[in-house]
């Protein structure tokens, strides 16, 4: 066992190669897992066999994951999707052995493994989850360098909008309530979480005038959730959730579905906020962005939302240790 955090190399057409080395500065213990040849030219790293393994002071900490081809920043190669996903496995597979506590990923591209390798799963999140035993999962976003803190967890993730009247079911509803809610208390730290709920439509419904979900799905999940001791405000109105007194009320806010919860938390804290999956068996953390193709190898990408994944992953894995 290491407190080596993982940390997958991702896309490698994205920015994640540029990342890895930048990473550094973090002051985290991690290894990536990836092709060497894929790292910016001169990146000074040190390939080690196990997790575990010594690496001299200043070298990035490589262990070697051969990819099909070379990668050309800004276009992922087909023939690369294989190996993307078989990283992620690989890392989970070291901590389900028991070799590591935590991982943090590199950016994927949705559509380049769907289209690469046929990857079934709509990303890291869900694809974790059935790696892990198909346990349910939340994901959270977590802001790290504003106050009040915002964390926000959709709900609903990577469906059409058409879906999520009818996929914001109370199992799901209460799923994410209940993910979250223990999460706050493990992870974070916090005895007794105070989670507040957006409604779906606007004004949360207006009373009925604008919606009934609120009214007749929302209200009765939530009055019962309260009846067994939680402390959950909602459904509310979701513009007048994360202006900072509004935050202030809350520890979590759970969203209806995944642009509700990510402008904010990406508006508020882009460089700073983490992507967390909850209710996994093992720590995941990766930045809040994505592959960043238009920028990928013109060494403008900014390394501070991975470093901020890094440290949490760092902290939660010392925490739960
Ligand atoms: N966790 C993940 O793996 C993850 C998260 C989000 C998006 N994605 C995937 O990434 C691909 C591109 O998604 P997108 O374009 O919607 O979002 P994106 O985050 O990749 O890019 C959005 C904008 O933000 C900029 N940006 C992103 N990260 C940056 C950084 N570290 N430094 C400077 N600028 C940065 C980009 O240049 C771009 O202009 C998609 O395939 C998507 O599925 C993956
Ligand atoms: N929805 C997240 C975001 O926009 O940042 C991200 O796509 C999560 O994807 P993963 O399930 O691959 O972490």
Redesign the pocket.
């Given at each position: 066992m290491t407190d080596r955090i993982l940390l997958t190399c991702g896309e490698p057409a994205g920015i994640g190669p540029e990342l890895a080395p930048l990473a550094l500065e973090s002051g985290v213990d991690f290894v990536w897992i990836g092709d060497p040849r894929h790292l910016p030219e001169g990146t000074a790293y040190h390939e080690v066999v196990a997790p575990s393994d010594p690496v001299p002071e200043g070298r990035l900490p490589v262990l070697p994951h051969d990819f099909a081809a070379p990668a050309t920043p800004g276009r992922p190669d087909p023939a690369n999707a294989p190996d993307v996903i078989e990283v992620i496995a690989r890392a989970v597979d070291l901590i389900m052995r028991g070799e590591s506590r935590a991982m943090t990923?590199l950016?994927?591209s949705?559509q380049a493994l769907k289209e690469g390798a046929g990857f079934g799963f709509?990303?890291?999140?869900?694809?974790?989850a059935d790696l892990a035993g198909g346990v349910p999962v939340a994901?959270m976003?977590a802001s790290t360098t504003v106050t009040p803190p915002c964390r926000v967890v959709?709900a609903t993730?990577?469906i059409p909008l058409s879906q999520v009247p009818d996929a914001l079911t109370d199992r799901v509803l209460e799923q994410a309530i209940r993910i979250t809610h223990a999460a706050l208390i493990r992870d974070f730290g916090i005895a007794a979480p105070r989670i507040a709920v957006a409604g779906l439509n606007p004004h949360a419904g207006e009373g009925g005038t604008i919606g009934h979900e609120e009214i007749r799905r929302f209200r009765p999940l939530l009055d019962r959730l309260r009846a067994e001791g939680m402390q959950i405000a909602g459904p509310l109105p979701a513009d007048t959730m994360f202006h900072p007194p509004a935050r202030s009320r809350y520890d979590a806010a759970i969203c209806a579905y995944?642009d509700q919860a990510?402008i904010p938390i990406?508006t508020l804290d882009f460089a700073g906020g983490v992507?967390v999956?909850l209710g996994l068996p093992f720590i995941r953390t990766?930045p809040?962005?994505?592959t960043a193709f238009d920028i990928a190898g013109q060494g403008r990408a900014d390394p501070a939302s991975t470093i901020a994944a890094l440290r949490m992953a760092r902290d939660m894995a010392a925490n739960r240790a």
């Open positions: 990923t950016p994927i949705k709509p990303g890291h999140t869900e694809y974790l994901m976003l959709p993730i990577h995944h990510l990406k992507n999956t990766s809040d962005h994505g």
